[in-house]
């Protein structure tokens, strides 16, 4: 059983960064595509980015293109969101998401998509204020 686990959410001010890590568990991390999703309060969870076995092949949500930036460490089991020039609708909780793959690919167009994925964290709030 892989267990996910979000770190470093909070508050902090609209143009302010944070970065968020998800912790993962067990010796196959580098071999999940793995990804970040948001939800915010009274809305459907969202994609943000997706990455694959490295930090090559990465698709993002076009909401936070150029100021998300998603890398992975896989020595470190762990994957991170530096997210930059934060707004308000970028307020919500954000969940880390794995899926083992046989082969390395792409996230593509099934990465994009929440039920693609086996294994989610517990998430962590991140709130901008204006």
């Known amino acids: 059983q892989v267990q996910l686990v979000e770190s470093g959410g909070g508050l902090v001010q609209a143009g302010g960064s944070l970065r968020l890590s998800c912790a993962a568990s067990g010796p196959t991390f580098s071999r999940f595509v793995m990804a970040w999703f948001r939800q915010a309060p009274g809305k459907e969870r969202e994609f943000v980015v997706a990455i694959g076995w490295n930090d090559f092949t990465t698709k993002y949500a076009d909401s936070v293109k150029g100021r998300f930036t998603i890398s992975r460490v896989n020595a470190q089991n762990t994957l991170y969101l530096q997210m930059n020039s934060l707004k308000p609708e970028d307020t919500a909780v954000y969940y880390c998401?794995?899926?083992?793959?046989?082969?390395?690919?792409?996230?593509?167009?099934?990465?994009?998509?929440?039920?693609?994925?086996?294994?989610w964290g517990q998430g962590t709030q991140v709130t901008v204020s204006s």
């Open positions: 998401a794995a899926r083992p793959t046989i082969t390395a690919q792409a996230p593509g167009i099934m990465g994009m998509m929440g039920s693609w994925y086996t294994y």
